[in-house]
């Protein structure tokens, strides 16, 4: 068997072209959508991942300010530019990039955003919400993985979905919108004695670690879906996930490449949280 592709490319332009009809709407009753992005410090991937995100927007029909800080902000400075555009009518949503100098508190910083324009969803606000299954925003990487199970119209009401990390950011609110849709969820981590015994069982495996060959062909299940979330470089320097590609495309079902994967994915739904966001406010003055 060789799996199926899912194109997160292909994907992201399909719901970037829904974005920019829902951004046109929005302007046609006055409300141009606007998302503030704050760059502290000078970290190279930091610096690229803000580039795409603005020009991202920019491509859309959303207005984007980026504003950039020397490394030495101080964490009050920060927080009163955060406060200052929860207060600015033109700003939907509000992103701070992370990380920040080890001298600013990320969390308090994350806590200051108003969760009515926390479109990264990192805000507690959001994080309880989902947990309880109320409106909020969703964090971006997990949100396109379900767009990614959606768009091939998987089944997950009572399949096995395996999540490989636990991070706030993306390994616990996968697995808690896994669980929404009905799917028996298992968590795993560093301390999972057996993972391969855990990803054998699975019908979904979504890995999230961080490190190369998490998950070889022998771990899958045949024909079972693999989400690869994981930014990897090899040794020739080459971008790759968490997954060994090669070996198990022969297994899985259904496997997302990397790149071209999960990574599209997640800037097009800060794309769209940040329109739900206009939307949302708009409709409220
Ligand atoms: P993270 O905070 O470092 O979390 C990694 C998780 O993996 C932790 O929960 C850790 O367990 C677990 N882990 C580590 N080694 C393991 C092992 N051998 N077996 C099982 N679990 C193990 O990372 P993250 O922020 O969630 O990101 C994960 C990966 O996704 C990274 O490569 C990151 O670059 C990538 N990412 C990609 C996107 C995208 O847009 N494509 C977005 C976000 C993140 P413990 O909790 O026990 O330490």
Redesign the pocket.
């Known amino acids: 068997m060789t799996a199926q592709l899912i194109d997160g490319i292909a994907l992201s332009k399909k719901i970037r072209f829904e974005v920019a009809q829902r951004a046109k709407a929005l302007k046609e009753i006055g409300i141009q959508p606007g998302l503030a992005v704050i760059l502290v410090g000078d970290n190279p991937a930091s610096q690229v991942y803000v580039r795409n995100k603005v020009k991202a927007c920019e491509e859309s029909g959303i207005r984007s300010v980026m504003e950039k800080y020397d490394g030495s902000m101080t964490e009050l400075a920060l927080l009163e530019r955060v406060a200052a555009l929860n207060s600015d009518p033109a700003v939907h949503g509000i992103l701070v990039q992370l990380p920040l100098p080890a001298h600013i508190d990320a969390h308090k910083v994350i806590e200051a955003i108003s969760p009515e324009k926390d479109v990264d969803g990192f805000h507690v606000a959001s994080a309880g919400a989902l947990m309880v299954g109320q409106p909020g925003f969703w964090p971006c ?1 997990p949100y ?1 993985c379900m767009k990614m199970l959606d768009s091939i119209s998987y089944p997950l009401k009572g399949k096995h979905a395996v999540v ?4 706030n ?3 616990k609110p996968m697995a808690l919108m896994l669980l929404q849709q009905s799917a028996t969820v298992t968590i ?5 004695p057996d ?1 391969k015994a855990m990803t054998l069982q699975a019908d979904v495996v979504v890995a ?4 190369i060959n ?1 998950l070889t062909a022998d771990m899958v299940k045949p024909g079972a879906v693999v989400i690869d ?4 470089r090899n040794q020739d320097g080459k971008l790759c996930g ?1 997954v060994d590609f090669e070996s198990v495309r022969q297994v899985a079902g259904w496997i997302t490449p990397v790149p071209g ?3 599209p ?2 800037i097009t739904m800060l794309l769209v949280n940040t329109l739900t966001a206009a939307e949302r406010l708009g409709r409220a003055h």
Do not use: E, Q, W
Not at 188 to 192: I, L, V
Not at 208 to 211: E, M
């Open positions: 990487t396109g490989i990390g636990r991070s950011i993306v390994g795993c981590h560093s301390a999972t993972l999230a670690v961080g490190k998490v979330v994981g930014m990897n968490d994967g999960v990574g994915m997640t």
